[in-house]
């Protein structure tokens, strides 16, 4: 048994290599685009979705490294380049495999799975922003998982007009 244990820490110890894109994010995104086609969901509400998650990752990633006083000299250029770096590992694969870019898949003249990441983007963020100044004002959170549901809630109503759209 502590043979098994050895040979599982050596494993976790041996160095991977840097990968510019994550291949694991890469298939999730994939995936759940491709599950998504297949339900005949369409790509704004799924790059809903995809733009209110990349909001949440960008700002927990600002947050593990402003809780551990990271780059703080360069603070505003950091963040800059957390989000940067998030969007461009989700939208670059995105667009080299064609689901981005796609002929006839627009809407307004915008690709719909991009306008859906640029729309879902914006709502995430306006409800933190609501969330936090309605808690400011009112001392707390006006009830329980308020802070979830407001941004969860958002997404869902975005993804209700682009149904109703589509």
């Not at 759940?32 to 733009?51: M, V």
């Not at 927990?60 to 360069?74: P, Q």
């Not at 969330?131 to 993804?159: D, I, Q, R, T, W």
């Amino acid at each position: 048994m502590k043979y098994i244990f050895t040979v599982i820490g050596f494993g976790l110890l041996k160095a991977i290599p840097a990968k510019a894109v994550c291949p694991v994010c890469v298939v999730a995104v994939g995936a759940g685009l491709g599950l998504s086609q297949y339900l005949g969901i369409d790509d704004t509400i799924a790059g809903t979705w995809i733009g209110g998650m990349l909001v949440a990752i960008s700002t927990w990633t600002i947050d593990f490294f402003n809780k551990r006083n990271w780059l703080n000299r360069f603070k505003a250029v950091r963040n800059v380049l957390i989000f940067v770096a998030y969007y461009a590992m989700v939208i670059w694969p995105l667009y080299n495999q064609g689901l981005i870019g796609a002929n006839g898949n627009t809407l307004v003249g915008i690709d719909k799975l991009l306008l859906g990441i640029i729309g879902g983007s914006l709502i995430f963020a306006f409800a933190v922003w609501l969330y936090e100044s309605m808690k400011k004002k009112n001392g707390k959170a006006h009830f329980p998982f308020e802070k979830v549901a407001l941004p969860l809630g958002s997404l869902a109503l975005l993804s209700f007009v682009f149904y109703l759209l589509t």
